[in-house]
């Protein structure tokens, strides 16, 4: 039900700020933003501010006016770092981004453009003197140089179709990804995509997909293309039938570029009448000048996020064991490109990593991999696989290597990303320097709750984490209701990381005590952790969320356990379903966001077959007995406790009728419910209006039910 769990390069991620660290790495102070905006130039002015400039408690307008840190780039000679920051335009309902440089040396932060525009992906030019980007435009999309001195830009090329990624090939060109229909290139697809417009609108299938998470299939495919300096793209896809990046979340992690900028390596699962229930992706190598992409691996489940040594004879990637399961510990592997032989580095580490770089040398790479309720960063002995963590607090993502540097992102459950970086010889526990506060301005009139991550005995006498934020406002002596977030996937965390959906600061700032629990199921706690949820996905995640309840109501003396509402997506609404069942009189209220009611119909209308086949043993037809095990549909006459129902339209992973299906058995029954239904959105609320009135519903239903001030 949740987005994969494949690795990935893009920043991300999180830091903590509960506790105090070793003396911090020498390095530069960062720059204030604020101040250096205030001496760019543009054209265009930058969105209003939504929330007040007095002392406040964070709310969803602070949540839309941050600042947050997108794709990044490092300098060929290591002297900067690029990186793209994104900011909501509330007005246009949309998000809007522009261009930023850090000089490390001068610990200056400069910002280079100022846009309505939204500038996407990011690569230095060969010299250094200039960062290209993407920009959509009505026609296509136009590739641009933006001069690192002035912020003025040119055109360098222009595509009649959107295009997304961009990685520069030294002294040769670019690569990039679009949709292309079979035997086709861009001006034929373009061509085709306009008389189709002008005819019929019906398409026809004979197999699947017919849709995938939130688009309904055409008969194209994400093609990935060389795009040399002087000349027609190249399509390196050739003629395998494969999404290259993958569809829907996969990105240019998926996709590297050999050091002598001759061959590029790529991650495909090659389609057929099995790609709806499959996870099989290997790895494929093609000329840069094109050609038939040759197999590297053989595996029968997931390969993916090349990364090859400094001198080009190594290659690692992350690699699944177990076929048909989208989470399975990924480890890194590691093949001689001259022989093909191949070894798993990290078999001994019962951490799935997530993205990885390697070091100048050649002998470590640096990993990140959830670990305990956080994203650490982590040194791989390139010849023993030997682990040692070097900072686990928080959430790091988005790693570059530069120079005798590591470059990420960093951020936690009360700060959103930034830019950190740490020697490649650190010592464990050295504090990542700071190179950039994007939010500081944002941040310093926002009362932000203070948050603490704890233990108990949970299902099977297992170490079970969560966390607990508190109410922004805190009085000693006073107690307050509780928001329990009960987060998807299932194999997912609801760990130490600055969220734009799920944000706990959101409850606190109303007045709200936070509690999540990583019950078993989550990820960052071993593989076997994650399994023990295959098969049970009623069992020990609720006695999880009952215990971990009761912990919280027994030893926190702020908590008020007799005012409790749930809320979930995802799994988290499947588990509010099977709350409404399995514990009815818990709870003032439930919140279900996009949950399953129906295991028989959900399996016969989601679109990626291999997620219900793994958990449930089997398809439906073959194994009903246990996808009925645990169907919430089965104990509806039970049910009591009022509930709020959102589901998109576009959600095609658990389709619409999932959330009729509840609201219809509440109102039959006779329970107070209401149904929030957005026709524009997928799995997730992404606009930023549509962002404004699900927090505004949501908190007002908790308010009905808790007797806590009304949302503002």
């Known amino acids: 039900m949740a987005p994969r769990s494949y690795p990935v390069v893009a920043a991300v991620v999180l830091a903590a700020a509960c506790r105090h660290g070793p003396k911090p790495a020498s390095a530069p102070p960062a720059a204030s933003q604020a101040a250096e905006e205030a001496k760019a130039a543009g054209p265009a002015a930058d969105p209003p501010r939504l929330a007040p400039a007095t002392p406040h408690p964070f709310s969803v307008l602070d949540l839309l006016d941050m600042r947050r840190l997108g794709e990044t780039a490092v300098a060929p000679d290591g002297a900067a770092v690029a990186f793209v920051v994104r900011l909501v335009d509330l007005e246009a309902n949309a998000m809007r981004s522009d261009l930023y440089v850090h000089d490390p040396a001068a610990g200056k932060t400069r910002r280079l453009t100022r846009t309505a525009e939204n500038e996407a992906g990011l690569a230095f030019a060969d010299d250094g003197e200039a960062v290209f980007t993407l920009v959509g435009t009505d026609a296509g999309t136009e590739l641009r140089a933006v001069d690192l001195a002035d912020g003025s830009h040119r055109t360098v090329r222009t595509f009649p179709l959107p295009v997304a990624g961009l990685v520069r090939v030294r002294d040769k060109g670019f690569l990039v990804a679009t949709h292309l229909f079979p035997d086709c290139d861009m001006a034929c697809t373009k061509a085709r995509l306009d008389e189709k417009a002008a005819q019929d609108s019906a398409t026809a299938y004979d197999g699947l997909f017919v849709r995938h998470w939130d688009t309904w299939k055409d008969g194209r495919r994400s093609h990935l293309l060389f795009v040399p300096d002087d000349g027609d793209p190249v399509d390196l896809s050739g003629a395998l039938d494969a999404d290259v990046p993958s569809k829907p979340f996969g990105g240019f992690e998926e996709v590297a570029v050999s050091p002598d900028g001759t061959t590029v ?49 190594t290659l690692a990637y992350a690699a699944m064991a177990r076929a048909g399961y989208e989470a399975d510990r990924f480890r890194i592997a590691v093949m001689d490109l001259a022989t093909k032989e191949r070894r798993v580095l990290t078999e001994a580490w019962d951490r799935s990593v997530r993205s990885f770089v390697f070091a100048p040398d050649g002998k470590a790479l640096f990993a990140t991999a959830q670990h305990l309720g956080q994203v650490g ?6 010849a023993d696989g030997t682990v040692t963590e070097l900072w686990a607090r928080g959430t790091i993502g988005g790693l570059h290597g530069m120079g005798d540097r590591i470059v990420f992102s960093k951020n936690d459950l009360a700060h959103p990303s930034d830019l950190f970086a740490l020697p490649i010889d650190a010592e464990p526990g050295t504090e990542p320097a700071r190179w950039t506060d994007l939010n500081a301005d944002r941040l310093a009139n926002v009362e932000m709750g203070t948050y603490e991550q704890f233990t108990f005995r949970g299902a099977g006498g297992d170490t079970v984490y969560g966390y607990v934020v508190r109410p922004a406002a805190l009085e000693e002596g006073k107690r307050y209701p509780v928001a329990f977030l009960v987060h998807g996937g299932p194999q997912g965390s609801f760990g130490n990381n600055f969220h734009y959906r799920w944000n706990p600061q959101i409850y606190a700032g109303a007045g709200y005590v936070a509690v999540m629990i990583d019950f078993h199921g989550s990820t960052g706690y071993g593989q076997a952790f994650t399994d023990a949820i295959r098969g049970d996905w009623g069992g020990k995640p609720l006695v999880d969320l009952k215990k971990g309840l009761a912990h919280v109501v027994e030893t926190m003396p702020f908590v008020d356990g007799d005012r409790v509402c749930a809320l979930g997506a995802s799994y988290g609404g499947f588990m509010m379903n099977w709350i409404a069942g ?75 009728e999932q959330g009729l299906g509840t609201f219809t058995a509440l109102v039959r029954r006779g329970i107070e419910a209401r149904f929030l239904h957005f026709p524009d959105e997928n799995h997730w609320v992404l606009r930023p209006k549509n962002a404004v009135r699900w927090h505004r519903e949501v908190l007002d239903w908790l308010a009905r039910h808790l007797q806590a001030p009304p949302s503002r």
Request: aromatic residues 16%; proline residues 9%.
């Open 265 to 313: 390596v790529f991650s495909a699962r090659v389609a057929g009448r099995e790609e709806a229930w499959s996870t099989n992706f290997d790895l494929y190598r093609v000329p840069l000048a094109g050609g038939t992409p040759e197999r590297l691996t053989d595996n029968p489940a997931w390969d993916t996020h090349p990364v090859f040594s400094p001198d080009g004879k």
């Open 377 to 382: 960063l982590f040194r791989v002995d390139a």
């Open 582 to 656: 399995n514990w009815p009189d818990r709870f003032r209220c439930l919140v279900n966001h996009d949950g399953v009611f129906d295991m028989r119909s959900m399996y016969y209308a989601t679109e990626e077959l291999w997620f219900p086949e793994w958990e449930q043993g089997g398809p439906y037809f073959a194994n009903p007995r246990q996808h009925e095990k645990h169907n919430p549909v089965r104990f509806v006459d039970r049910w009591k406790t009022p509930m709020l129902v959102i589901h998109g339209s576009r959600d095609f992973r658990v389709p619409i």
